[in-house]
């Protein structure tokens, strides 16, 4: 059974860092796209990163401070955030889709974890 867990969020201070984590079981993450995405309250659910095996992509607002990375011998994808903003509280989920892809629509996934709580807050 394919299945996604989020963790490492928290409280952070502004421009403090946090890493999120992405355990994926139930399937390998050789040809598909794992993508990080955010839904403050309120707001629309919207994408931060992605990333295959053909490259990632990210969001405009995130560029320059977060980083997309994996492990594929611990089938775990990574989204390093760093210089974080009050505007960056939100609950942060992780997807799977099962092709190649550098987009971040959050309609083009198909598998969603259960989110990850970060707040950056003084």
């Known amino acids: 059974q394919l299945q996604l867990v989020e963790s490492g969020g928290g409280l952070v201070q502004p421009g403090g860092s946090l890493r999120l984590s992405c355990a994926a079981s139930?399937?390998?993450?050789?040809?598909?796209?794992i993508g990080w995405f955010r839904q403050a309250p309120g707001k629309e659910r919207e994408g931060v990163s992605c990333?295959?095996?053909?490259?990632?992509s990210y969001a405009d607002s995130v560029k320059g401070r977060f980083t997309i990375s994996r492990d594929n011998a611990k089938n775990t994808v990574y989204l390093q955030m760093n210089s974080l903003k009050p505007e960056d509280t939100a609950v942060y989920y992780c997807a799977s889709v099962r092709f190649r892809t550098t987009t971040i629509e959050p309609r083009l996934y198909n598998y969603w974890g259960q989110g990850t709580q970060v707040t950056v807050s003084s």
């Open positions: 139930g399937f390998t993450l050789d040809y598909y796209t």
């Open positions: 990333i295959s095996s053909s490259g990632g």
